[in-house]
């Protein structure tokens, strides 16, 4: 999975699996999020909006299911 640092007060890089349509998102506060099932059209539109900060508040957050992913 290609990780992108992103330009995002809340978030630090993000991050798509085509073949599992999973959606990867590293939050400043040390959280990292695996979304289920995100089109590859969300990431895409999330990765070139304006705002990626405000694109993942309004649609995705509470909208895809996730899981939180261990760190070592």
Do not use: C, H
Not at 28 to 44: F, H, K, M, N
């Amino acid at each position: 999975m290609q990780k992108n640092t992103v330009q995002s007060s809340i978030i630090y890089s993000v991050g798509y699996d085509t073949k599992n349509e999973t959606l990867e998102v590293v939050l400043r506060r040390g959280d990292t999020r695996v979304y289920q099932q995100v089109p590859l059209s969300v990431y895409t539109a999330l990765i070139e909006s304006a705002s990626v900060g405000k694109f993942f508040l309004s649609n995705i957050r509470g909208r895809f299911d996730y899981l939180v992913a261990q760190t070592s």
